[in-house]
């Protein structure tokens, strides 16, 4: 396997920063959620059924085991061919698919959070709260760090 070069350094910081703000607003909306509505008083608005909630929870794991993985693969596949350029070349063209890929994943996990949290403030169900907690924990364990990265270069890179 060859040996690569670190993924650009601005572009990882800006793709570090952009996946920072995703994940800190679905935190921020998270405590905004609980501390308007306090889930220790366990009441569903006006009796209605728990409806939203189980779609959203639904929704989620449709999304997150089954659109995000396919959606990722078919994005790996559809990169361009490999050109004849040199190796600096193709780390650069690889950092392109690893930076679009990255932000589609989370850009999904925010919104699968932002689902439950609805379903949250519809509802007053705690485990729509433990879920978006599982989502901001997914996000956070998928920030895209530079080990990581170099990592991924390395296996996609052709021998």
Do not use: C
Not at 30 to 46: C, N
Not at 102 to 126: C, D, P, W
Not at 139 to 152: I, L, S, Y
């Amino acid at each position: 396997m060859q040996t690569v070069s670190s993924p650009p350094q601005d572009q990882l910081k800006t793709l570090q920063i952009i996946v920072g703000v995703l994940i800190s607003a679905l935190v921020v909306s998270m405590i905004i959620a609980v501390v308007r509505f306090p889930f220790f008083k366990g009441e569903v608005p006006d009796g209605n059924p728990v409806f939203l909630s189980y779609i959203a929870l639904a929704v989620s794991l449709i999304a997150i085991l089954v659109i995000r993985p396919l959606l990722l693969a078919s994005m790996q596949r559809a990169q361009p061919p490999e050109n004849q350029g040199d190796q600096t070349d193709s780390a650069n063209r690889l950092f392109t698919v690893i930076f679009q890929r990255t932000l589609v994943e989370q850009a999904i996990l925010k919104g699968m959070g932002h689902f439950n949290l609805a379903a949250y403030l519809s509802e007053r169900q705690i485990w729509s709260l433990l879920v978006t907690t599982a989502i901001i924990l997914l996000m956070v364990f998928r920030f895209p760090k530079r080990d990581r990265t170099e990592r991924w270069l390395e296996r996609q890179m052709p021998d």
